[in-house]
């Protein structure tokens, strides 16, 4: 059950109460933080600054603020590092906040949408997942917060586009990147006899001279769950069509680690390089 605080001031406390008790029928469990009377009026800054460290605190897990447009709700939020505030007035826009920006607080306003809308605003948002793929690396260069260390791995025999923009990509959330690369011998095993086409040494060295990549570990054995447990880093990449709920799933990553999925790049693996290769040798063979 998802924990949702639910905050406004003086111009949203109706609509408030409203949507404390839908989400509570709903099987949610709303953390309400006030106000619980219009009788005054109070500070919207005051009530989007705690339920947005609350966030930041790990005390919720999502959260809606209201006020007379959603506006000023919307920029206190956003002074918060890690909380993406979305200020929604229709039910276009709701799914999108949360496929493309994977928004973690919901601002709406009571004056410009009717409150039919706002409940239909609110179950778009939140049952709309993240779309991860293209959507992640744009989402990361939202945070200030730099993790200490990023852990990506894979075989990165013929280095191409995709391997490069997925290195680039994995050290720019934190300070220090580091690669596993699977072993002559697992590589083997995983790819067939005729591979890898570099060496363990070669392919270690050719990686350590990216300016992106700060240290180069073999593994031999056919996945790097141990090495993941050995160096626990704060962030894991993954490239492909995988989601982050089915990589932690299939590779056993603790909830402690941090799962982002860089999307592949179309036409570029290093099998369809190999097989380029051989077709012009063929080809200028037969020439």
């Not at 990509?169 to 002559?184: H, M, Q, R, T, Y």
């Not at 141990?226 to 990589?247: C, F, M, Q, R, Y």
């Amino acid at each position: 059950m998802k924990l949702i605080g639910i905050a406004a001031d003086h111009n949203g406390v109706n609509i408030k109460q409203k949507i404390r008790n839908y989400l509570r029928n709903q099987g949610y469990n709303p953390i309400d933080i006030g106000p619980f009377t219009n009788n005054n009026k109070v500070d919207y800054v005051d009530y989007a600054n705690q339920l947005s460290q609350m966030l930041c605190n790990g005390d919720i897990d999502r959260g809606i603020l209201i006020c007379g447009t959603g506006v000023g709700m919307s920029i206190a939020a956003n002074r918060f590092d890690g909380v993406r505030a979305a200020l929604v007035h229709n039910t276009m826009t709701a799914p999108k906040t949360r496929e493309h920006n994977d928004s973690n607080i919901l601002c709406l306003g009571n004056w410009t949408t009717s409150e039919q809308d706002n409940f239909k605003i609110i179950d778009l948002w939140l049952e709309t997942s993240f779309g991860e793929g293209r959507h992640v690396k744009r989402v990361e260069k939202l945070s200030s917060i730099k993790q200490k260390v990023v852990f990506t791995n894979g075989v990165f025999d013929i280095l191409h586009t995709g391997h490069i923009n997925l290195l680039n990509f994995a050290k720019s959330l934190g300070d220090k990147l580091i690669v596993g690369i699977n072993s002559d011998s697992s590589v083997k095993m995983i790819k067939g006899d005729n591979r890898p086409v570099n060496t363990e040494l070669d392919r270690k060295k050719i990686l350590e001279s990216l300016s992106c990549v700060d240290e180069v570990i073999v593994f031999d054995s056919l996945d790097c769950k141990k090495l993941i447990e050995t160096l626990s880093p704060s962030i894991l990449v993954k490239g492909g069509e995988w989601t982050a709920d089915e990589v932690r799933e299939r590779d056993e990553v603790p909830e402690t680690i941090d799962i982002k999925i860089y999307p592949m790049v179309d036409d570029r693996s290093t099998t369809g390089t190999i097989k380029k290769i051989h077709s012009m040798s063929s080809w200028k063979k037969n020439g």
